[in-house]
């Protein structure tokens, strides 16, 4: 029985970590879980689960949290430390990390701290700290891609040697204005950024992938996790059945094809390097009729290169990129900004800032800081 650690239990990637979960109760158990601040369907999943430690980010939450898990034996916590508990309890032996931007880090870095495998769905924590991450997580755990694009890099390398390796084909489905003129981008509305072709995922993602930001985040996030000298090149494929490829140095290519489900990946990072028998739809190749790609549009999608940029420049420009990324996807959420308004914010305020390397997580979070800050400012002057 493999206990987890689930951190975002109520967003799109914990409620399905949770399925998986119920339908190998023979497999894994849930020791401990994590919300930001969805108390009602947290409460739900509590009682369905029956995690002995649980804790809401949002401390104003707390007390709704406990009237909701009345007579429910379980301990609850909140903030930040809390979440950190929950990550680096020792019932556990996997934490998934699901929530949702740079808040994923901290706890991220405590399950490893504390010797646990990480499958991680949170790309942020090696977007802005990926040298300190690999450097607590080298020799003494294993860190286990849940994003389909890298689940099927590492599927498709299986073991394979660095040498052999001539270049990573991350594919990306081009979002919902893949097909629009730059003229139509113009005025797109919230409504229509949130309406991707293939996938269900939060609202933050969502927009990334409406931007192709979530491209950019991923290029970052596969060098990490492959090795910096790797070629990592990013092609449009709007039909999401090939989650992404290896081209060897003798030129052949190794893909990796699936349904767009997020819990095939999930159940591979769950029982690494096994794989468990799963009752999804198998993929009707015949039905597809057919499977296209291209280049993507990088004018229409200046996002992607301005995170290919922040990793080019390092030190602390990654951690600025991505807190810039999150305030101006919310503003655009609110309203605020118009949709292109997003990769204006986030290149301003990179061009403001001024690298020096990062040391500490201390350094990641003061960058971040500022960041948010600056972005904010701006956004408040332009708009």
Same mark, same amino acid.
């Given at each position: ?70 007579? &429910? ?221 291209? &280049? ?47 990769? &204006? ?28 800050? &600056? ?9």
């Amino acid at each position: 029985m493999k206990m987890i650690s689930l951190l975002g239990s109520t967003g799109s990637i914990g409620v399905n970590t949770l399925d998986i979960v119920r339908r190998n109760p023979d497999r894994f158990a849930v020791a401990t879980m994590a919300t930001g601040s969805d108390v009602e369907l947290f409460a739900q999943q509590v009682k369905e689960f029956k995690p002995a430690l649980i804790s809401v980010f949002n401390p104003s939450k707390l007390a709704e949290l406990k009237e909701l898990l009345k007579g &429910e034996d379980v301990e609850i916590l909140s903030g930040e430390a809390g979440t950190v508990k929950v990550a680096s309890h020792p019932d556990v032996s996997l934490v998934v990390s699901a929530i949702v931007g740079s808040a994923g880090l901290v706890p991220s870095l405590a399950a490893i701290q504390s010797g646990k495998d990480l499958a991680l769905a949170n790309k942020e924590t090696l977007v802005v700290a990926g040298e300190l991450v690999l450097r607590e997580a080298r020799g003494k755990v294993n860190l286990i891609p849940i994003d389909s694009e890298h689940s099927a890099i590492l599927q498709a390398l299986n073991g394979e040697k660095q040498e052999r390796i001539k270049k990573i084909i991350l594919t990306g489905s081009g979002g919902p204005f893949r097909t629009f003129s730059r003229e139509q981008m113009e005025n797109v509305t919230v409504k229509e950024a949130l309406n991707h072709p293939n996938w269900s995922m939060g609202a933050k993602i969502t927009i990334d992938s409406a931007t192709m930001m979530n491209k950019g985040l991923e290029w970052i996030e596969a060098k990490w996790l492959f090795g910096l000298d790797t070629c990592v090149e990013i092609i449009v494929h709007p039909q999401s059945i090939i989650h992404s490829m290896i081209e060897f140095v003798d030129t052949s290519i190794m893909a990796q094809l699936g349904i767009p489900d997020m819990r095939v990946p999930i159940a591979y990072a769950m029982t690494y390097p096994d794989r468990i028998k799963c009752d999804f739809p198998s993929l009707d190749l015949a039905a597809m009729k057919q499977l296209t790609f291209e &280049e993507p549009d990088y004018e229409k999608f200046p996002c992607i290169k301005l995170a290919q940029e922040a990793l080019q420049t390092g030190q602390t420009m990654p951690a600025v990129l991505n807190a810039a990324n999150e305030v101006a996807v919310q503003a655009f959420l609110d309203e605020a900004i118009p949709f292109q308004g997003i990769a &204006e914010a986030i290149r301003t305020t990179m061009h403001n800032h001024k690298c020096h390397a990062i040391d500490s997580l201390e350094d990641v979070q003061n960058a971040d800081r500022w960041a948010r800050e &600056e972005a904010k400012k701006l956004i408040t002057v332009t708009h």
